[in-house]
């Protein structure tokens, strides 16, 4: 059978059987059959992004037919990443490519534009798309060593794209440059000049020119540079917030519209005049930061806003705009779910919307605005049934000095009512500027579906909460952090919704570190602790890993931790391993940069010397958590071992 026939098959018929084998749960961790579709300005095509053996292509699909009329496979270990529609017949795609060393796809810049019928695909930007000959008069294309990011797709400009250039260095802070790429043979139209600033991300004007940079400084805050006729120009000291993210420029011009928290406790959405430098708040929220900005396909208005205080809510900035109107439909259409439009017709007809829950790993539909219906193009993961799956429950619990901590509860699927079930404390990675959200997760589902509840708690420190909620975990790691999610423990158990001596503490990267450390701080509190890709000498997160190599990261670090090495060794489980008296399943993937396999070691060689009781799983080739699924499948198996064993 044909390639492109076999999808088809699969496109048309995945809802005849979508059944999951008998509580084989595994099913969760693999990787999505697909992974996105988007509509080209027409309409009268779609670009489908598909798993086949082990590998994602590239389908082109007529929209009213679902037939297929082209396909992108990529050889030398190339793999589509994101893609866009830059006119009615060409796609470029931001390529990642599987190394030997690593599971991970890794993304070097390049871009890749071919046509729907598959023709003409051409190398445009990155270290493969230099030429070997040119036409005589024409400039030649170059291959460069730079990461390349696409700024806009200049929907008024069939041939051209702005993309940022950032020449390629071990941390990434070199200065990237704006460019004006033809999108049919990858010469630079217009070379709009270097940013100012490292960490670029720019802003064009309605004209399509760059005009807006932002980026991060050594301190780790944010400086918003404006285009003037002698180059580039910082924004005056006071005038926006730090932590600012430019969103979009109206199209008079006049007008930067950002999330802040200029002067106030949460993140919102401002309004920079671009004349007299007046900034005006035009919307935040009592209770949390702003989540999500829901922006139009051509990224130029912003006309939704999304809160999450428990549930995901919707606020509308714009009801006029006519993505906005459908975008209110949609979420009326589907409620309880986190909504967003994917991509759009020029016209407005047609829409890609993308939908999903804490039952739902995501669908994604085709919207006719005309006949108002929703057609389903595909599931994410289409063996899975929302009916099978737990619900998440928001709650909130007062922490012992009063503070109001929030999180998230999913009961484990049991026969048994008569007592709660055991239940598995996971917890968040981060810390900083991280939080955990309603939705769906496959570990969460795996647990509860094998007989175990799960509590995720959104601690001090956490993102989401507003300034001071997380910098009240700054410094304090293993102490305040550690007593939150110790609180919130407890308020299950106040609550009949766990029982005493019947938790186990879970959590990759930072919740690692947490499970290590609450281990150590409450001995008798846990039955057992699970740890991957975790921390647990703080002193050596200045001497390894890829934090400390940026001077925006070296400033976090002495931040969110300090520089006290007292300080910094009271709060390293590495250190006083004696006090813990649970058994412990660490797991580490050894090519793991952002917390080097040292950290694991370390930790190994003290509980050796400690005479302590813990099991090992470590896997190469895998990074900072486990991509493959087959590694993850095999770690989630031991897991729930160990959970059988020290809690039924």
Known sequence: MKLAQYFLLILLGFLINPTLSANNWENLFDHSQYNNAKISPDGEHLALSVRHEDRVILLFLERETMKTVGTVSFRANYEPGKFYWVNNERVVIQLVKRIYSRELPVSYGELYAV????????????????????????????ATLSWGTIIDTLPDDDKHILVSSTPMSNTGERMASALKLNVYNGIVKKNYGKAPISFATFLANSDDKPVIVSGLDKNNDIKIYLKEKDGWKILPEGTVGDKVTPLSISESGKYLYTIDNYRQERHGVFKLNLENYSYTSIFTDKAVDITDIEMSTDEQTAYAIRVDEDYPAYIMLNKKNEEAITFKMLLQSFPYSKVNITSR?????????????????????????????????????????????????????????????????TAAKTSKTDQPAPLVVMVHGGPHGVRDYWGFSSTVQYLALNGYSVLQVNYRGSGGY?????????????????????????????????????????????????????????????????ANAGIYDLELMFEEGDIKDRRSGLSYLKMALGTDSEKLKSMSPVNYVEKIEIPLLLAHGEDDERAPFEHAERLREALDKNNKNYEWFVVDKEGHGFYNPDNQKAYMRKVLHFLDEHLK
Not at 115 to 141: C, H, P, V, W, Y
Not at 394 to 408: E, Q
Not at 481 to 489: E, G, L, M, V
Request: net charge neutral; hydrophobic share 35%; aromatic share 12%.
């Open 466 to 530: 507003g300034r001071n909620f997380e910098i009240s975990g700054h410094q304090a790691w293993g102490t305040l952090i550690q007593q939150d999610i110790y609180d919130a423990y407890q308020w299950l158990i106040k609550n009949n919704k766990a029982s005493e001596n019947s938790a186990c503490i879970m959590g990759a990267s930072f919740g690692a570190y947490s499970a290590i450390q609450s281990a150590a701080l409450y001995p008798k509190t846990y039955k057992c602790a699970i």
């Open 345 to 409: 017709t020029r016209d407005n007809s047609f829409y890609i919307v993308s939908v999903s829950s804490d039952i739902d790993p995501g669908s994604l539909y085709l919207f006719d605005k005309n006949k108002n219906t929703a057609r389903l193009l595909f599931k994410y993961s289409s063996d899975i049934q929302s009916k099978d799956l737990q619900t998440m429950e928001p709650i909130k619990l007062t922490a012992t000095d009063g503070t109001t901590i929030s999180g998230y509860f």
């Open 115 to 142: 046509n729907l019928d598959g023709n003409k695909g051409e190398m445009i930007f990155g270290m493969q798309a230099g030429d070997s000959q040119t036409a005589r008069g024409l400039r030649k294309k170059e």
